[in-house]
């Protein structure tokens, strides 16, 4: 079965930093770009960073821009999204999804073939 699961969500302080990952099963990672979206309640879903097969990266969420730091260990099938110095208005749940190779120059998630369930992570004092 093809999957993907992430995990390191929580809840934080503001300022605080988070590691979050997306694990594969059932297919291999290494010609996909890996994007991460991110949907708060009441919110569409938006683009948040996204790593290419290669290692490239692109980052949409212009509020979290210094923020993020996305890479991939293609030898663990995992992609991780750092994220520091979080705010409140971080809180969403966050989502990977798998497309080909390359990352576009706007997250149009329509070209995403896999979506993991989604982690929460919620910031607050």
């Known amino acids: 079965q093809l999957q993907l699961v992430e995990s390191g969500g929580g809840l934080v302080q503001p300022g605080g930093s988070l590691r979050l990952s997306c694990a594969a099963s059932g297919f291999t990672l290494d010609y996909y770009a890996i994007g991460w979206f991110r949907q708060a309640p009441g919110k569409e879903r938006e683009g948040v960073s996204c790593i290419n097969s290669r290692g490239g990266m692109t980052n949409y969420a212009d509020s979290m821009k210094g923020r993020l730091t996305i890479s991939r260990d293609n030898a663990k099938n995992t992609v991780y999204l750092q994220i520091n110095s979080l705010k409140p208005e971080d809180t969403a749940v966050y989502y990977c999804?798998?497309?080909?190779?390359?990352?576009?120059?706007?997250?149009?998630?329509?070209?995403?073939?896999?979506w993991g369930q989604g982690t929460q992570v919620s910031v607050s004092s």
């Open positions: 999804a798998a497309k080909g190779f390359y990352c576009s120059a706007y997250p149009h998630r329509y070209e995403y073939y896999y």
